[in-house]
Nanobody
Framework: QVQLVESGGGLVQAGGSLRLSCAAS????????MGWFRQAPGKEREFVAA????????YYADSVKGRFTISRDNAKNTASLQMNNLRPEDTAVYYC?????????????????WGQGTQVTVSS
């Protein structure tokens, strides 16, 4: 079973940047699509970004397109989310997720493994 551990969350002022990292266990990391989701207080969990396992295709939610960048380093078993120009509405717990096939999906039910989440708070 894959274990995912997020890090890099914190408090940042609007307009600032944070970089989230997700460290994954296992030896088949490149076969997994990776995604980032977030859940704000009182809101449903929503898709943020995803990247395919080997071809590195990416897809972003409209709300973060142009501001966030998802990447991965298969040699290090890590996935990252670079978040720039952060807005207060980006405040949420951010979750790293892994799908056992390399193709991208944007629905949380398609993902098999989840990290514990890391808090991102954007102040005005």
């Amino acid at each position: 079973q894959v274990q995912l551990v997020e890090s890099g969350g914190g408090l940042v002022q609007a307009g600032g940047s944070l970089r989230l990292s997700c460290a994954a266990s296992g030896r088949t990391f490149s076969s997994y699509a990776m995604g980032w989701f977030r859940q704000a207080p009182g809101k449903e969990r929503e898709f943020v970004a995803a990247i395919s396992g080997r071809d590195f295709y990416t897809y972003y939610a409209d709300s973060v397109k142009g501001r966030f960048t998802i990447s991965r380093d298969n040699a290090k078993n890590t996935a990252s989310l670079q978040m720039n120009n952060l807005r207060p509405e980006d405040t949420a717990v951010y979750y790293c997720a892994a799908r056992q096939v390399p193709s991208i999906r944007r629905v949380e039910e398609e993902y098999d493994y989840w990290g514990q989440g890391t808090q991102v708070t954007v102040s005005s």
